[in-house]
C-alpha cells in the first residue's frame, strides 16, 4: 500500500518530499526551491522491523 507523495515546507521556507511505502518505509528528501527536485540525502524515518507480515 502506498503513501500518497507529501509536500512539506519546514520553518525556513524549504521545500520537502515525503513520500513511501507500507513495506519499503517512509522516506524524507529535501527538494531544491527552484526546480523542486530532489537534493542531498533521502533519509529514511519510519520502517517496519518485519518485512513478513
Not at 500518497?4 to 511505502?21: A, F, I, K, M, N
Not at 518505509?25 to 513478513?52: C, E, W, Y
Amino acid at each position: 500500500m502506498p503513501l500518497t507523495p507529501t509536500l512539506v515546507v519546514d520553518e525556513h521556507g524549504d521545500p520537502w518530499l515525503v513520500y513511501g511505502s507500507y513495506f519499503s518505509g517512509i522516506k524524507l528528501v529535501r527538494l531544491d526551491a527552484n526546480t523542486m527536485k530532489p537534493t542531498g540525502f533521502t533519509h529514511s524515518i519510519a520502517s517496519r522491523q518485519n518485512g513478513d507480515g
